[in-house]
């Protein structure tokens, strides 16, 4: 074997040991020039072996580097938290923020004739006919002890707020939370209890709201006439330690089975916190008055519109 043809077979062995394709070349006639002279080439065959392990790292390596820049990207653009997601319905919590246990203790329950209110409560919602909530007051002494009423039309929630230390509270404000909005009910109807003895309490502050708004605001309202008293937002209010004062909510509600929780903000001590009111984990819930038939509870030996009450138990009669 000459020595051209040793080297080249030594080239071919090296290049199949690094995974090259096999290169071999031999010199061709193609033809002649203009002048009749000879013009050869190379003719280069090309044998391809088996690719070699080392390629199929690195093409590993640049997939898991194309994975890990994606990664990277989506963390950058989207960012990145630890925290489970917040609450919508709950204010973003300044620095320093209280939890609402901590130093404000409130109640918020609606101011039903059965409860302690400044003013008599309002209408009963009773789902059945007036011969089923007459049947239903046989086992009851009256109207405000049914367990199966609800708020209809219009009423009141009676807020309080007391600290567990010796600073006043200062409500800074009052939300609605809207938790469900449905069309009203097409059966049942509206019962007023009598008053029977309607309380009266100091220190207390008129608010309203009306759940046709779209985004229910909290006004404060005109105890004399009843109406929202429009330009004010009557917030913040201090709260006495020693007095335990009350805020009134009036709820109007024409149009829409409702369920709502109300959010108060407020400041103590210097802190920011806010409390979350949800009627005890049930919402404040009522039905609107549109459509429904109204009646009037008379207690027992009571009298109205001409008809009295001779049984032991209250009645419900129509308005």
Known sequence: MSP??????????????NGFPERTSRSIRIGRDNSGVAITGDHTKIHHSQPASWAVVITAFVMALAVAATILW?????GFSSSPASDPSQPAASAGSLSPSD???????????????????????????????NSALTRVSRLDSLPALSAVGSDQIVITFQSASNESVLLTGLRVVSRQHSPNPQAGLIAAPSCGGCGGQPSVYYFITSLDDPSPSVL??????????RGRTGFPLTLSQTDVDVLLLTVNDAHCACSFDLNATWTIKGKNGHTLLTNGGAHFRITGSRGLPRYHEILSGETRNGSVNNSAHSVVIPD
């Open 4 to 17: 051209t043809r040793r080297r080249r077979r030594r080239a071919a062995d090296v290049s199949a040991e």
């Open 220 to 229: 404060p309202q005109d105890p004399k006439t009843g109406k929202a008293i």
């Open 103 to 133: 130093d404000v203790q409130p109640n918020a329950t609606w101011c039903l004739s059965g409860n302690s209110c400044p003013v008599r409560g309002g209408d009963y919602y009773w789902s059945g006919s007036a011969t089923q909530l």
């Open 74 to 78: 989506v963390t950058l653009e989207h």
